[in-house]
């Protein structure tokens, strides 16, 4: 199967998947998302299609999705699959569509208490093509915190997936996304939808690490006195193309959204941030920041950094973003240098205290000790 060769004609019983996609035509690399991934190899290579089938769950305090298959879940957590779930219909991206129009049930999973777990994501099936989605659905007034891990086993395979979350009102959400992926033939394209109703919170932590082909591509929508606070970490090597684009979108009075990336890169690897932060008119009295800042470890990296802002009112309370690359401090290097501390060390301190930021406002002393390790080990 050919991602780029899908007869949209077959789908006749998704009328409005097919009619949006027709009207957005298939994703090429002059779309300005995909403008520095390298989408077309993607698209254009062989893969054996794997439709994941449904399977008895096992009891265990996380949940465990093997090539998009529940395979264990805690108890307070209901699962069930949903056959045409509710789209997103303002989504930027066509992988979004093309995600589900390929997918026959959906993964939800409903939260209807405060609670805290794990999701393990497991991707095994090389040389294969996986498609599947997850919903979330967070209840009015629930606090919940999702931690979702990575693990690839799976080379020259592409995987389709994405969260369609909905943050009831009063709700508040943290999900951190921690993803290393070491193979470097292994592609992913991961649209996700987020809608947040009045007064919910949207906290989004973002961790990538390796040397594979994967973008994230978020669509963001906050009502009233609602909020997104993303903050994410890129660290890529090798001929790594990494990324993360978004449309946070600003449509209610009072809104706020935060931005922080930090990004790494070294020996060929490509970096990508393209973030759109936009304030309809409705949206009075909200504020927007965002900040992206990159190291270059050697000149070979490359970083595409784009943020952007569309205001469409008048009536707005902050809008700040900035956009930094460079190399780490020599000044700051020769001072660590001076006092005895070996180059490798020294760089490490400097790098350190570049993701620290980032690192105090999650507050997981897992995270960054797992994130020391890496970097030790690939430095």
């Known amino acids: 199967m050919k991602i780029a060769n899908i007869n949209l004609e077959e789908f006749g019983d998704k009328k409005a998947l097919v009619q949006k996609l027709k009207s957005m035509g298939m994703p090429t690399p002059k779309t ?20 994941p089938p449904a399977q008895k769950i096992e009891i265990a305090d996380y949940v465990e999705i093997v090539d998009g298959t529940v395979t264990k879940a805690p108890k307070n957590v209901y699962i069930e699959l949903l056959k045409n779930p509710k789209i997103d219909d303002s989504h930027y991206d066509q ?7 390929l997918v026959d049930k959906t993964i939800h999973l409903d939260i209807e208490e405060d609670c805290e777990f794990k999701i393990v994501q497991k991707f095994t099936k090389s040389n294969t093509f ?7 659905t967070v209840h009015p007034g629930i606090n919940a915190k999702i931690r979702e891990d990575y693990l690839v086993l799976s080379d020259e395979s592409l995987y389709f997936y994405g969260f369609d979350i909905h943050l009831g009102k009063n709700s508040v959400l943290q999900l951190v996304q921690n993803r290393t992926t070491n193979f470097a033939n292994f592609a992913q394209i991961a649209p996700h939808s987020i809608r947040c109703d009045m007064s919910s919170e949207f906290r989004l932590f973002t961790f990538d690490f390796g040397n594979a082909k994967t973008l994230h591509n978020y669509h963001i929508s ?38 922080m990336a930090r990004n790494i890169l070294k020996d060929e690897a490509r970096g990508i941030f393209d973030g759109l ?48 690359t460079g190399h780490l401090d020599e000044e700051a290097l ?42 030790e080990e690939n430095r």
Not at 96 to 101: D, K, R, T, W
Not at 130 to 136: A, D, H, M, S
Not at 302 to 323: C, D, F, N, R, W
Not at 341 to 358: G, P, Q, R, T
């Open 32 to 51: 300005e998302h995909y403008r520095y991934f390298g989408i077309k190899p993607i698209l254009e290579k062989e893969y054996t299609f794997y439709q």
């Open 95 to 101: 992988v979004y569509y093309i995600n589900h129009l």
């Open 130 to 136: 996986v498609p599947y989605r997850i919903k979330v």
């Open 222 to 259: 906050l009502e009233e006195n609602a909020a997104a606070n993303a903050s994410h970490v890129l660290f890529a090597k090798e001929n790594a193309r990494i990324g993360n684009t978004f449309h946070i979108e600003n449509r209610g009075k009072d809104s706020r959204t935060v931005q």
């Open 277 to 324: 932060l936009i304030v309809k008119n409705p949206a009075k009295y909200s504020s927007i920041y965002q900040d992206s800042k990159t190291i270059l470890l050697n000149d070979g990296a490359y970083m595409v950094s784009k943020p952007q802002m569309e205001i469409y009112t008048e009536y707005i309370l902050e809008a700040t973003h900035g956009s930094t």
């Open 334 to 375: 020769f001072y660590l240098r001076q006092r005895g501390i070996a180059e490798a060390d020294a760089k490490e301190m400097l790098v350190l205290s570049f993701l620290n930021e980032i690192f105090e406002k999650l507050g997981d002393q897992e995270i960054k000790e797992e994130f020391i390790k890496l970097y």
